[in-house]
């Protein structure tokens, strides 16, 4: 069966730095969309990030030049490198997969992680 975990997340001051990672498995993750969502408390959950089979990459305005999604498909791996760090992304932050591998800026993600909690102080 599909299994997300996530780690690597924690409280860290403004401008700082955190790496998420998330390991995959149970299903041919080289050919399925990964991304990246997150949702603050009162607030719906936010598509931050994608990345396609071919390692082609989209990012939320709110997080563009700021964060980075990346891959390791030898080791079924998910990646997001946020640096810059504000309050407003303070929030609970998810691994989710889409196993046809199309269209992943906007796929209908179905498979989720348990989620790594990212707090960000002022």
């Known amino acids: 069966q599909v299994q997300l975990v996530e780690s690597g997340g924690g409280s860290v001051q403004a401008g700082g730095s955190l790496r998420l990672s998330c390991a995959a498995s149970?299903?041919?993750?080289?050919?399925?969309?990964m991304a990246w969502f997150r949702q603050a408390p009162g607030r719906e959950r936010e598509r931050v990030a994608t990345i396609d089979v071919g390692g082609g990459t989209y990012h939320a305005d709110s997080v563009k030049r700021r964060f980075s999604i990346s891959r390791d498909n030898a080791n079924n791996m998910l990646y997001l490198q946020m640096n810059s760090l504000k309050p407003e992304d303070t929030a609970m932050y998810y691994c989710?997969?889409?196993?046809?591998?199309?269209?992943?800026?906007?796929?209908?993600?179905?498979?989720w992680g348990q989620g790594t909690q990212v707090t960000v102080s002022s």
């Open positions: 149970g299903y041919t993750y080289s050919s399925a969309c």
């Open positions: 989710t997969t889409e196993l046809s591998g199309d269209f992943c800026r906007y796929a209908p993600y179905d498979y």
